[in-house]
């Protein structure tokens, strides 16, 4: 049937969404690929060509050999699972120590006066100062390097965790003040929902400086875990193993930040953001 300007439009039906092709969702991760791999092959043919000896920078097939060598041997898996262990520890102690603190300082002014001059003086203490000093507070056990990995992560979350709190708009607050909504209601319908997108921002960026603390604490006697991989593969004059462990910390790095972006994604439905790319105009 023909429609017509008099045909009358049933708006109880939401508004079917035009669903987007199958291959453009593969699009973006093939996308991210696209640099490392081009990279990998343009130095594989330069190595081949026999433009250089890749001794010091070996070519990727020998990376890719030693990382099947040391997964046949049960290295690998002993060493990642140590270092995961070690991230997983103290990522959960720095999320939950700055999301406390930063959430105590940005709902009460007292306690921001109080503690953020001291944390924001810490902050500024470089990481590899704070080993000395963990070592002969924990020893050079786990307690130590979970510690360190777990300050890396307090700073940056509760940063975002305080500095969202400050930043939600006043005229909000007002509206809920003026439906009378108490302090944990206040909290639970207009300061989470307004915190919630800088917060997960804030766990991947402290998860990114976990990744880095892992390293320096994996230097603190370690005998096992990838850091381990790396100080090993310098002693011994292993580039291949160098980079063989570069590469595994970048995939589960990558593959972790992933992680806590697609957990975030159904906290985060409510947003209409900016999204470039999809022809809005």
């Known amino acids: 049937m023909a429609m017509t300007l008099d045909t009358p439009v049933d708006t109880t039906q939401p508004l079917a969404r035009p669903s987007a092709p199958r291959w453009r969702r593969w699009m973006r991760p093939a996308l991210g690929l696209l640099l490392p791999l081009t990279a990998a092959i343009a130095w594989e043919l330069v190595v081949g060509a026999g433009w250089s000896d890749g001794r010091l920078v070996p070519p990727p097939s020998k990376i890719i050999f030693t990382i099947d060598e040391l997964a046949r041997s049960g290295e690998l898996l002993r060493h990642i699972i140590a ?9 959960g102690l720095g999320v939950a120590a700055g999301t406390i603190l930063g959430a105590i300082s940005g709902y009460w002014g007292l306690a921001r006066r109080l503690l953020d001059p001291t944390i924001q003086a810490l902050r500024a203490i470089p990481s590899i100062a704070w080993v000395p000093l963990f070592i002969l507070w924990l020893g050079i056990f786990e307690l130590s390097k979970v510690a360190l990995i777990a300050v890396g992560v307090f700073f940056p979350v509760y940063l975002g965790v305080m500095g969202a709190i400050l930043s939600v708009d006043r005229k909000i607050v007002e509206v809920g003040r003026t439906f009378r909504l108490s302090g944990p209601a206040m ?3 207009i300061l989470l929902p307004a915190v919630l997108p800088a917060y997960v921002v804030s766990l991947r960026v402290g998860l ?22 790396l100080i090993d593969g310098q002693q011994l004059g292993k580039p291949a193993q160098i980079l063989a462990a570069i590469v595994i910390f970048a995939i589960l790095g990558k593959t972790t930040d992933w992680l806590i972006e697609l957990a975030a ?8 953001a900016f999204a470039p790319g999809r022809g809005e105009p």
């Open 208 to 229: 990114g400086l976990g990744w880095m603390f892992v390293v320096a604490a994996e230097f603190m006697g370690a005998s096992e875990g990838l850091g381990y991989l």
């Open 187 to 189: 909290i639970r319908r």
């Open 265 to 272: 994604k159904p906290f985060l439905r409510w947003q209409d």
């Open 83 to 91: 270092t995961l262990a070690r991230v997983g520890a103290g990522f």
